[in-house]
């Protein structure tokens, strides 16, 4: 009974996660009116269902703990626990040493810590062959809808979002204000779309998720019936069948391209294009050796060349790409002269709740346009050109590792990086047939397709880190956080699924 429950606010979780910022921003203008920042009671519940779900699994973590027989393996811990709780010791003690405050560690936590502690609980108890079909299932569904409205928020005008009750403003982050609902590119009017979420960043690395699962389900083509407890008249939704047999995916995957495209993030580009080559690989290590599909990828890799030298402010963007060199450099050199932390909260997305929104432009740029936003800091090169007070910029090094390394110090970079390398090999490594029960052959092929489906995407999310804050937003980290547990104690049967298993 509370397997099931926890299941269900699971998936009610994971199925509401990416319209969140859409949520609250409408919400929002609805209970205190237009040209307010987001409400913190609107924008807890998530944290607040996160944790309802691990307290139900804490509870049956500790009736496991009661029986004797189930003891020896709920306790059982492994290195991925380990790194995680020295991890977060570290952080307490660097963070009381740098004397941060309670609010800033707080607001760190969130963003470095609820994903990872949450697996810690998470992996620990069982999870249903019917949570990984109805998951896996419902991923796609969603990310149809969120690629429909993405693609059509390139051409709906700037009113329609601001009776909404997004941002009059275009591309500019203001702590005490709303969220844009979209980006542009500087220099030209071309929009990045971010569908229902709060930036194109965060939605093209979510598009990850969705795009991994259907390219798994194209490649492979599971009979993805559903579990052996769904009620008997429902038969089989999708049977074993090649590709070239289900014309779908593929129109469902060129959706998801073109909603990716019109994001212009090009560190999603190189996640969901890695991804893809290595799932294509492992599906076939000839596949890429054929001349045709050598000549496929020449065409691709010309019509790229083309099309950055043809459009550079579009591709290329100056101010962007300098951003993603000269920012990780500064991330190094924090990290020399601070090797044991400035404590959570100092660097990253954290560090914008304290900072004032700051614009860097070329010096070519035109700096005009935001004189009608007085509080808004402006620099033209190194030059700061309004307002007249000192500002406090956040400190963003654009890569999610170094982050932590700033944050926690060389330790905890090092530990941090650990974590992930050993998360990848144990995704890499499961197959899905030790934990799931003998004749629930559904389930086993459900396991194994979304083991791989979930390998794919905390691997484009940890490449992307390299480039991005790519675990800043929630919908991605808590939805690729408890999937990973989920793939790491699935049962085969059914829903009752009793039994506690110790963590692969």
């Known amino acids: 009974m509370m397997q099931r429950l926890r299941e269900s606010l699971a998936l009610v979780l994971i199925g509401t996660l990416p319209f969140h910022a859409f949520l609250v921003t409408v919400l929002t203008r609805m209970i205190a009116g237009p040209g307010h920042a987001p409400l913190t009671m609107l924008t807890l519940w998530k ?22 027989e189930r003891r020896s393996d709920v306790l059982q811990f492994d290195w991925i626990d380990g790194l995680i709780l020295i991890l977060l010791n570290l952080a307490i003690v660097v963070s ?108 093209g690395l979510w598009i990850l998720i969705p795009w991994c699962f259907a390219l798994q389900t194209w490649l492979q083509q ?81 019509v790229a060349i083309i099309l950055f030298v043809a459009f550079p402010a579009v591709f290329f963007r100056l101010s962007s790409t300098r951003g993603h060199v000269d920012r990780p450099i500064d991330g190094i050199v924090t990290i020399l002269a601070h090797p044991f932390g400035l404590g959570l909260g100092s660097a990253g997305p954290a560090s914008n709740r304290g900072s004032d929104a ?44 170094l982050q932590m390394g700033i944050e926690m110090g060389v330790a905890g970079f090092g530990l941090y990086v650990a974590l992930v390398i050993l998360v990848l090999k144990k995704l890499r490594r499961a197959k899905g047939e030790g934990q799931l029960t003998k004749g629930s052959q559904f389930a086993i092929r459900n396991s194994q397709f979304a083991t791989q489906a979930v390998f794919l995407i905390f691997l484009g999310l940890s490449i992307a880190g390299l480039f991005l804050h790519s675990w800043e937003d929630s919908a991605a980290a808590y939805t690729v956080w408890m999937l990973v547990a989920a793939m790491e104690n699935a049962r085969g049967r059914d829903c009752s699924g009793d039994g506690m298993h110790h963590p692969l």
Not at 167 to 184: K, R, T
Not at 275 to 289: C, G, Q, S, Y
Not at 395 to 401: G, I, R
């Open 47 to 68: 944290e607040i269902l996160l944790a309802i779900i691990v307290l139900i699994a804490l509870l049956e973590w500790n009736a496991a703990i009661l029986d004797r």
């Open 96 to 203: 009381a040493a740098a004397h941060v405050s309670l609010g800033q560690f707080f607001v760190g936590l969130k963003y470095d810590f609820i994903g990872p502690l949450s697996f810690l609980v998470l992996r620990r108890v069982a999870w249903s062959g019917t949570f990984l079909h109805r998951m896996s299932m419902m991923l796609p569904v969603i990310g149809g809808v969120l690629a429909l409205y993405g693609i059509d928020s390139f051409f709906l005008p700037q009113n329609f979002f601001s009776a909404l009750g997004y941002s009059d403003y275009h591309s500019l982050y203001m702590p005490s204000g709303p969220i844009a609902a979209f980006q542009q590119i500087v220099g030209t009017g071309i929009r990045r779309i971010q569908s229902v979420m709060s930036g194109p960043n965060q939605y």
């Open 222 to 302: 599971p009979s993805l019936r559903r579990s052996i407890c769904s009620i008997d008249a429902v038969k089989a939704l999708v049977r074993r069948a090649r590709p070239a047999e289900i014309p779908a995916f593929p129109w469902y995957l060129l959706l998801l391209a073109i909603a990716l495209f019109l994001t212009f993030s090009r560190t999603a580009w190189i996640a969901v294009a890695l991804v893809t080559i290595i799932a294509l690989l492992h599906r076939n290590k000839e596949l890429l050796r054929s001349w045709f599909n050598r000549r496929v990828g020449f065409a691709v890799a010309a």
């Open 358 to 401: 700051c614009v860097f432009l070329e010096p070519n740029d035109d700096p005009s346009w935001a004189k009608s936003i007085p509080n808004l800091c402006v620099y033209v090169g190194s030059v700061k050109v309004q307002p007249a007070r000192d500002c406090r910029c956040p400190l963003l090094p654009e890569n999610w590792y």
